[in-house]
């Protein structure tokens, strides 16, 4: 073919819906373009894949960029080209003829481990990796490649030269709803997805007799873990693994369409005229008339690409890519690969959609492993993490499990960002012994929300605020120093806990905004921070104190000294817990459904309880200024309970009161619904 055009002269179905061949040629033909050499395309519909043909046909460079990037981003991407954005769109379409060695796009890699590079591709690039695809696949015209993969990325770009070249159909898919589109499409053949897509699809029950019917599947964009291909090939759901980047135009090495397992673990052997070197490394280096010409004014290939992918070959010639070698990292002197981990993650629990470990800096070990998971339910992290390293070797296991519903908010494209995660873990990181192994779940774009218990509590005591705020903060749920089941006494006095809380405060707000939610001995720790950190945005406190006079300090800690004396069993435990909820203060507890929960735990914790108390008794802590609050702060919000008449006194204290009805000292457990709506109104926007 000379021309695109050439392309274009059917009356076949192109883009279903949208355009036969010859109608969108006729809307390419009505483009005007300015004067510019390079054209952003931004990929935000199919009808720019119209402006895109009319910039690469007329001889010119598209420049495919991501339409959810934030402005300042695309700007900073955009200023390496210089194009003079006041130019007129004044000049209509003019086609030139191909010439295959000139660079026809700049697609930007992913930067899921780095800053995106701007990757030039070839005319040549494209036509003939799309050719040796077809051939691979068997692609003819009554195939239909679905879009399931933004534009803006080569994967789904290349769906688009392949369905040209076969003459094809294609349809697009909303990728967060590709089973709809496969229930509304019948005439699909082909999905394009990446591990992530194929197991929300598997997981969907309504969906596995529309996958058996597809002439298959074909995964890329990064590794798919072991248990989806076993899942999917047990469902007879044909897939074809395969191997690729933006830098080689897409898909170099793959498989046929199969649904066996031992060839699935592999990417299958080389398409086209593509050839690779394995260093005693066992890095790979790869030689194809594929790869693209460079980066844009950085580096020329010459038809060579150094990776930094880790892979062996099978004994049936099959190439197996088993990581990244700037994946891998040494702790405690043992190189350690996250994909190990990883792909034993995934097995542990169904709940689990998807995960990802990082490396973060580790003052004893050199560095440490931190999980992502992403799962709909929340999983009991130290439990979790135990198990996970009764199951991996020494130094192997994760230090830190953060979880959340969805990873779609940290995504560049359709990848997760590795530079993203790592930034978020080493932070969370240096926060974990400080806030006593906190369960972490949430969004990991949004605000951090840390919500400290109350004395005798736990974290647990409050993840029923998950489902509400979840989509809408990261919520850190911290256990207060001898609250988190380990007597670990690493202060001395509260002053000392006060100053690496207001260290790790300081950490988080370069994350993000900061709010904090403190019930009792929790609200007083919030409040003795907030008196002198200023980065909290949004201060809640629920039935808080201000603090006991000087005078009444030494009586109160020789009481506290003895309050959990001779308690040496769970029976004599539950005895002193009874009588303490029968206190005015907790006036109608033994009617909540924590009840029981309250009053039935572990004499173990008694020490630890004991430790609390020497170093944030009542005794211990400082007088709190409301005025001083309500200034550091964005909004400080009293939550106090209509029948604790003791506490009404302090929320007298406070320019803004959340009074709960029906409730006493601890209000999320003696009216939750009530309580729940308080922190809805004072919290999401």
């Known amino acids: 073919m000379k021309y695109y055009s050439d392309f274009f002269n059917s009356n076949h179905a192109f883009i279903k819906n949208y355009f036969d061949y010859q109608s969108f040629w006729n809307e390419v033909l009505k483009t005007k373009l300015s004067t510019s050499r390079f054209q952003v395309v931004k990929c935000d519909s199919p009808d720019s894949l119209i402006k ?27 200023s390496q080209f210089h194009i003079d954005f006041n130019l007129e ?6 086609e030139v003829e191909i010439n295959h060695d000139k660079v026809s796009t700049i697609i930007f890699t992913s930067g899921s481990s780095g800053l995106p590079k ?29 879009m399931t993969l933004p534009f803006f990325h080569v994967g789904g770009l290349m769906i688009v030269y392949r369905t040209i070249l076969a003459g094809a159909q294609t349809v697009f898919c909303d990728p967060t709803s590709i ?25 969907d029950k309504n969906c596995i007799a529309l996958l058996q019917k597809l002439k298959g599947i074909v995964l890329g964009g990064a590794k798919t873990s072991e248990e989806t291909l076993r899942q999917a090939s047990s469902l007879k759901v044909l897939l074809s693994n395969s191997y690729g980047q933006t830098e080689t135009c897409s898909q170099i090495f ?27 490394e066992n890095v790979i280096t790869i030689f194809s008339e594929c790869i693209a010409k460079g980066i844009f004014k950085k580096e020329n290939f010459k038809g ?31 190189n350690i690969s996250p994909h190990s981990i990883d792909n034993r993650i995934i097995k542990m629990n169904l709940a689990i959609s998807a995960n990802k470990t990082v490396a973060v800096n580790d003052d004893k070990f050199g560095q440490v492993g931190v999980s992502f998971v992403e799962s709909n339910t929340y999983l009991d992290h130290t439990s979790f993490l135990e198990k996970l390293r009764t199951s991996l070797p020494k130094y192997h296991a994760p230090r830190m499990l953060i979880q959340t519903k969805s990873f779609d908010t940290i995504k560049n494209g359709i990848k997760i960002s590795r530079s993203k995660l790592e930034s978020i873990a080493q932070i969370l990181y240096l926060s974990k012994e400080v806030l006593g192994d906190p369960l972490i779940r949430g969004n990991l774009s949004k605000e951090i929300l840390i919500v400290f218990h109350g004395f005798m509590g736990s974290y647990q005591d409050f993840n029923f605020l998950g ?80 603090g006991i006079p000087e005078e009444e300090k030494e009586a109160r800690a020789l009481k506290d000294e003895h309050l959990l004396d001779n308690i040496d069993d769970d029976l004599k435990l539950k005895e002193f817990l009874i009588s303490w909820y029968k206190q005015n203060l907790f006036k109608g507890i033994e009617n909540s459904q924590s009840y029981k929960k309250l009053i039935n735990k572990a004499h173990q914790n008694v020490e630890g309880w004991k430790y609390s108390l020497r170093i944030m008794g009542q005794a211990k802590m400082p007088s709190i200024d409301p005025d001083i609050l309500v200034s550091n702060t964005e909004q400080t919000i009293y939550i106090f309970g209509k029948e604790d008449t003791k506490y009404q006194l302090v929320a007298n204290s406070f320019q803004r009161t959340i009074l709960i009805p029906d409730a006493s000292h601890n209000t999320h457990d003696t009216n939750r619904i009530s309580y729940l709506e308080a922190i809805k109104s004072s919290l999401l926007k």
């Open 254 to 280: 793959a498989t046929p369409f199969t649904c066996d397992l031992e060839i699935l673990k592999t990417v299958g052997k080389a398409i086209g005229n593509t050839k690779i070197e394995i260093s005693s």
């Open 304 to 334: 060579k690409l150094i990776t930094s992918d880790i892979a062996v070959f099978d004994e049936n010639n099959n190439l197996c890519v088993t990581g990244r070698a700037d994946d891998i990292y040494v702790s405690g002197g043992k």
């Open 89 to 94: 769109e004044s000049e209509y379409f003019k």
């Open 179 to 203: 089973s709809l589109s496969l229930r509304e499409n019948s005439e699909i053949t082909i999905l394009s997805l990446v591990d992530i897509q194929l197991q929300k699809l598997l997981a």
């Open 52 to 78: 895109y043909f009319a910039v690469i046909g007329s001889g010119k460079v598209a420049i495919m960029l991501d339409p959810s990037l934030p402005e300042d981003t695309a700007s900073n991407l955009l």
């Open 467 to 546: 489902p509400v705020l979840e989509e809408d903060y990261l919520v850190i749920y911290a256990n207060l120093p001898g609250h988190n089941e380990k007597l670990i006494e690493k202060y001395n006095s509260f002053e000392e806990y006060l100053e690496d809380l207001d260290q790790v405060i300081n950490s988080l707000s370069k994350l993000a905004n900061i709010s904090i939610l403190g019930y009792s001995l929790g609200g007083r720790v919030a409040s003795a921070l907030v008196m002198h950190n200023k980065h909290v945005n949004t201060l809640l406190l629920e039935s808080s104190g201000l």
């Open 118 to 146: 701007a990757i030039e591709l070839t005319h040549h690039n494209f036509l003939t990796s799309a050719s040796n695809t077809n051939f691979h696949y068997g692609i003819h015209a009554d195939d239909c490649w679905a």
